[in-house]
């Protein structure tokens, strides 16, 4: 079921990797709390980091801050900030099924 619009309390409860019709991913699952207690969204991003990527976007609103040059060039252990208390902004987007999902907008701290 879709979440409503809005910005959630969230917790990260997992991380993976996976291939989609849009090439290599990483998923980002988050289970709310507020008014959607227990409903998990997910983010997904392309694994490439860069300053600009979102994947980048995801991990600094993860962790509060601008990721520094050696996580950028060297990366970092995302699977260490599962369990990490965030806020998500979450939107409703139909799909090309027609089905609607809640997609998650945005992630911070």
Do not use: H, W
């Not at 079921?1 to 809005?6: I, K, T």
């Amino acid at each position: 079921e879709a979440v409503p619009d809005g910005v959630y309390p969230a917790k990260l409860t997992n991380v993976k990797e996976f291939e989609n019709g849009y090439g290599p991913r990483v998923g980002f699952e988050f289970t709310l709390g507020g008014d959607a207690e227990g409903q998990t969204v997910m983010r997904s991003t392309t694994p490439n980091l860069t300053a600009k990527s979102k994947l980048a976007e995801v991990l600094k609103g993860l962790m509060g801050r601008e990721l520094d040059t050696a996580e950028l060039t060297c990366g970092l252990d995302i699977e260490t900030l599962i369990g990490t208390q965030c806020q998500v902004m979450v939107r409703q987007s139909r799909g090309k099924n027609g089905k609607i999902y809640s997609n998650v907008e945005g992630v911070f701290r």
